[in-house]
T-cell receptor, first 115, second 111 residues
Framework: EAQVTQNPRYLITVTGKKLTVTCSQN?????MSWYRQDPGLGLRQIYY???????DKGDVPEGYKVSRKEKRNFPLILESPSPNQTSLYFC??????????????FGDGTRLSIL | EDQVTQSPEALRLQEGESSSLNCSYT??????LFWYRQDPGKGPEFLFT???AGEEKEKERLKATLTKKESFLHITAPKPEDSATYLC????????????FGAGTRLAVHP
């Protein structure tokens, strides 16, 4: 089954404790992206990757890191999480980068709480 | 500045009561508009892509239309299982598959 898989689905942690949210897609998609979703603000892009070893900042990249060493994986890293990073996070992928009419396929989300 | 605005913020319908959701956008050189459905606790699920003014797409009780300034998602004779948040998104001007999303319309259909 074609899918985008995120782990963990839920995480409660404390300020300053490094964490990684994994994302994997099995559709051989070139493009992958991370979003956060907050009430009243909608989905905002954190980072995106157009292919292996190619990443770039989205609209709200502060406090986050990403890497794209393999085509299928795009982990999101919070080196020193803070309470304002408490949010619902989504990973997405699409077939091609640069194809403006390519729909993105989303994972089921990671709900992150930073105390 | 690229912007996407959805209205209403929330909509409550009786089963069978048809209505429309609106997505207004300001972006230079529209290269597509996407509609998604999002259920609680789930990621957005792709519904439609519209590419040019006048285009229409249909899926079951949903029909999406596009003009030069806005898109409508028409829901005909909705059922309770159509209850969800509906999101629209457009590629930003000059962006490589970089999307800007509206805040969504929360639809509740009651029996």
């Amino acid at each position: 089954e074609a899918q985008v898989t995120q782990n963990p689905r839920y995480l409660i942690t404390v300020t300053g404790k490094k964490l990684t949210v994994t994302c994997s897609q099995n559709m051989n998609h070139e493009y992958m992206s991370w979003y956060r979703q907050d009430p009243g603000l909608g989905l905002r892009q954190i980072y995106y990757s157009m292919n292996v070893e190619v990443t770039d900042k989205g609209d709200v990249p502060e406090g986050y890191k990403v890497s794209r060493k393999e085509k299928r994986n795009f982990p999101l890293i919070l080196e020193s999480p803070s309470p304002n990073q408490t949010s619902l996070y989504f990973c997405a992928s699409s077939l091609f980068a640069g194809g403006s009419n390519q729909p993105q396929h989303f994972g089921d989300g990671t709900r992150l709480s930073i105390l | 500045e690229d912007q996407v605005t959805q209205s209403p913020e929330a909509l409550r319908l009786q089963e069978g009561e048809s209505s429309s959701l609106n997505c207004s956008y300001t972006v230079s050189g529209l290269r597509g508009l996407f509609w998604y459905r999002q259920d609680p606790g789930k990621g957005p699920e792709f519904l439609f892509t519209l590419y040019s003014a006048g285009e229409e797409k249909e899926k079951e009780r949903l029909k999406a239309t596009l003009t030069k300034k806005e898109s409508f998602l028409h829901i005909t004779a909705p059922k309770p299982e159509d209850s969800a948040t509906y999101l629209c998104a457009v590629p930003v001007s000059g962006g490589y598959n970089k999307l800007i999303f509206g805040a969504g319309t929360r639809l509740a259909v009651h029996p």
